[in-house]
């Protein structure tokens, strides 16, 4: 299949002599069609230079960039506006006309692409029953929170039927229980209506919310890019760790291991736990075995329908019937 975004080795790079800056280096990636693909990376990554490659806003230095199997470089300008129609843009500040109300704000691409009075308000109704706003058609922006501004974002975004939607921080001006809730409409659009979302973020949270697979951009370069599960499960690269450590708090770093060797004595072990793995049995291998355990530190949560977490025990007893369900813990499994 096509892919809906592909980077051949695009360099982009700002500036001249001294003041050159290289904001993406090199990058090689395939997005396909009807995944939510999250990007993630810190301040200054290179994450919107990246959104705008795809949408023709800025040229690559080197290398190419294609949507759907279309060049969106080097190609006439009336090409480049098509396939920006197929493009939906929602962005970190919404930006709504202040003047128009909500109804008013997602017709606007509408006369654009000079749609039929009646054909948009019957469209511009539909998308607003989609985003569950109809009771707000007639809202100006000032007049709604932060949450409902961005469903008009996104149901802008969204009017003229785009097969790619591009979501650059669009929830890092929320709070954290409306961020949800516009995830949950990105993951409906995605799933109900087969838009290919690309979901750009500094927040893991984001892409363990909604994204089927994640890049970590860092410094211009892709430095992992895998399934959203196998990044939490085993991230390789450094800031991938960092990322994922700002939401998952299950394991105890160093400075925790030590007080809690402090707090509670014994042995402890950190132990995996998923789908096939748990411990009950080797628990029950400790009871039998006279070794008192403890729960000291963990977490067990479900990340894309899966369970995944750790728990850390301490134990307690003799030296070799702790060696003994330590040896347990380690080998079980289903
Ligand atoms: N138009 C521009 N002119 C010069 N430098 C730019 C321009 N756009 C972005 N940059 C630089 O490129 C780097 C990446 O920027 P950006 O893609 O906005 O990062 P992010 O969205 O990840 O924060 C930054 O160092 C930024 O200052
Ligand atoms: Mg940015």
Known sequence: MVPAVEFRSVTKAFGKGPDRHVALDNIDLRIEKGEIFGVIGYSGAGKSTLVRLINALEKPTNGTVEVSGTPVTGVREAEVRRIRRDIGMVFQQFNLFRSRTAAGNIEYPLKVARWPRAERKARVAELLEFVGLTDKAGSYPDQLSGGQKQRVGIARALATSPSLLLADESTSAL????????????????????????????????????????????????????????????????????????????????????????????????????????????????????????????????????????????????????DKVVDELDRRSA
Do not use: C
């Open 175 to 322: 709070d954290p229980e409306t961020t949800q809730e516009v995830l949950r409409l990105l993951k409906k659009i995605n799933r109900e209506l087969g838009v290919t979302i690309v979901v750009i973020t500094h927040e893991m949270d984001v892409i363990r919310a909604v994204a089927d697979r994640v890049a970590v951009l860092a410094e211009g370069r892709i430095v992992e890019l895998a399934r959203t599960f196998d990044v939490f499960a085993d991230p390789q690269a450094t800031p991938t760790r960092s990322f994922v450590d700002t939401v998952l708090h299950n394991r105890p770093s160093d400075e925790e291991l030590r007080r809690l060797s402090e707090l509670h004595g014994g042995r402890l072990v950190t132990v995996d736990i998923d789908d096939r793995r748990g411990i009950g049995a080797a628990l029950a291998t400790a009871t039998q075995a006279d070794v008192r355990f403890e729960v000291v530190y963990g977490g067990v949560s479900t990340l894309q329908d899966k369970t995944f977490g750790s728990v850390t025990l301490a134990l307690h007893g003799r030296d070799d019937a702790v």
